[in-house]
């Protein structure tokens, strides 16, 4: 399985996940009740920075030897050069400037971290599949569709937007931002009595019903589904369910989930029955923290009886179900300081089982990617460049190919700019006939308190369009109404 639209050579840099002191932190576990009723799915801070070369960003100057963003017309083939300036005619797809030394050319950006959540409540609700979900941990993470190298988008340096929050948790992705923030003032009895007149009587108000939703914080959902029982007697899902229905209920009801057992359930989701979403899989276990990673485990084992490493093992093979098997242990190296030496001597390596040989060494591209830090597999990148004169994200997609291929270059991608990886998610989601109407819902719910502002801005300078002009053109009714409430304009 191939994705569409995942470039062979690469973003521009992105700084590492996260950095020290960063990581996610969340609750301790069996803390989550759940009712039943889920239907399946498919699926910081930064000072204000001078203006840039890029169009839609202020941030970073451009640096000379890269073309600005806008989009290559096509990828060339391997070994031919793309238009860099300053590159010698055959000198290899992905090879640096003369003197340089590769990524490092392009502006750096300050550390951001690798995502986190936000804290939960215990609170009551409904969740698929008629199980009683018994106790679980809250937490957070999200995240690719099939792979085609064949043309791709340039990816820019995001501009870096400022965040304000007065208690802004451990967890919270510095230097990133979400579109939806707690609402100052709340009341969770108000805001529950509000969602039970909005379903009593004939018809819904759909939009009392957006409004109150697509303006608070998923820990505050929670406690406005605890209050509508204490004050009802009834299970907000289950009134929510029996209004709604189609992309809306999809959506009202993600927007519901706890950010763990969203994961969770989506994982579970994506390997249940016959076949396996495959993308879900690599979106969501390729992008999360270690800390994000134990949790979702411990949350599948408690609240479907299931081991995942089991149901992975069961449901992929060959070098796809290691990648994931390696991914789903949670052990990536995640310091922040990054040894130039070891980036040189795993460049060597890599070349030598890619590259460098006949015949790839599987193996030794899983341990690297699976165990250093993102901050280390990007100096890794950039040394891999002036070894190969290629670089990585193209090398692989030489040697590799299918899932494999589709979750090596998943990481990377995030080591390098991971709102840009988003971005394209979201975009080919929409792209052409039809829409992917979960992955839209999977990313914007994800990452709508995490870095939707810095996606966002991703989406327009990739594709010189705004994501709210897409889903208007791509939905319609009262999904589109929520999804423009959550993204904004």
């Given at each position: 399985m191939s994705y569409p639209g995942y470039p062979p050579t690469g973003y521009p840099p992105f700084p590492g996940y996260p950095p020290a002191g960063q990581e996610s932190t969340f609750p301790p576990p069996g803390q989550y009740p759940y009712p039943t009723g889920f239907p399946p799915v498919g699926g910081g801070a930064y000072p204000p920075a001078p203006s840039s070369g890029y169009p839609g960003a202020g941030g970073y100057p451009a640096t000379a030897g890269y073309p600005t963003p806008g989009g290559y017309p096509g990828a060339p083939p391997p070994g031919g050069a793309p238009s860099y300036p300053g590159v010698p005619p055959g000198q290899g797809f992905g090879a640096p400037p003369p003197g340089g030394a590769g990524f490092s050319s392009y502006p750096q950006p300050p550390s951001q971290s690798y995502g986190g959540g936000l804290p939960q409540v215990p609170l009551p609700g409904g969740f698929p599949g008629g199980q009683m979900p018994s106790q679980y941990p809250g937490g957070q993470g999200p995240y690719p569709s099939q792979i085609n190298t064949e043309s791709f988008p340039s990816y820019p340096v995001f501009s870096p937007v400022s965040l304000d929050y007065n208690t802004e948790p451990a967890a919270m992705t510095q230097g990133a931002q979400g579109t939806i923030r707690p609402a100052a003032n709340f009341d969770a009895m108000r805001d529950a009595e509000i969602l039970r007149k909005a379903m009593k009587g004939f018809g819904t108000d759909e939009q009392a019903i957006v409004n109150i939703v697509a303006n608070?914080?998923?820990?505050?959902?929670?406690?406005?589904?605890?209050?509508?029982?204490?004050?009802?007697?009834?299970d907000l899902i289950k009134d929510l369910k029996s209004e709604l229905s189609g992309n809306m209920e999809e959506l009202i009801l993600a927007l519901f989930m706890p950010p763990t057992y969203y994961d969770a359930w989506s994982l579970r989701n994506a390997m249940k029955g016959a076949g396996t979403q495959e993308r879900v899989l690599i979106e969501i276990l390729c992008t999360r923290t270690n800390q994000e990673i134990r949790e979702i485990v411990r949350c599948y084992q408690s609240e479907f009886g299931q081991d995942l490493e089991k149901d992975i093992r069961s449901d992929t093979s060959g070098h796809f179900e290691r990648l994931l098997v390696s991914?789903?242990?949670?052990?990536?190296?995640?310091?922040?300081?990054?040894?130039?030496?070891?980036?040189?001597?795993?460049?060597?390596?890599?070349?030598?089982a890619g590259e460098g040989r006949l015949g790839t060494d599987e193996s030794c591209f899983n341990m690297i990617l699976a165990t250093r830090s993102f901050p280390q597999l990007k100096a890794t990148m950039e040394a891999y460049s002036r070894v190969a004169n290629r670089d990585l994200l193209s090398s692989v997609a030489r040697e590799f190919s299918g899932n494999v291929e589709s979750g090596l270059k998943t990481i990377l991608q995030c080591a390098l700019n991971r709102p840009a990886f988003f971005a394209e998610r979201l975009y080919y989601s929409m792209k052409g006939a039809g829409t992917d109407d979960s992955t839209l819902v999977r990313i914007v719910v994800t990452r709508s308190e995490i870095d939707l502002v810095q996606i966002k801005q991703m989406f327009k300078q990739m594709y010189q369009k705004t994501l709210s002009t897409m889903i208007v053109s791509d939905t319609s009714g009262d999904y589109r109404r929520l999804l423009l409430a959550i993204v904004g304009q």
């Open positions: 608070r914080s998923n820990d505050q959902r929670q406690k406005i589904k605890a209050a509508f029982k204490t004050m009802y007697g009834k991914m789903c242990q949670g052990n990536r190296d995640e310091n922040q300081n990054v040894n130039h030496q070891l980036a040189q001597e795993d460049a060597q390596r890599l070349y030598q």
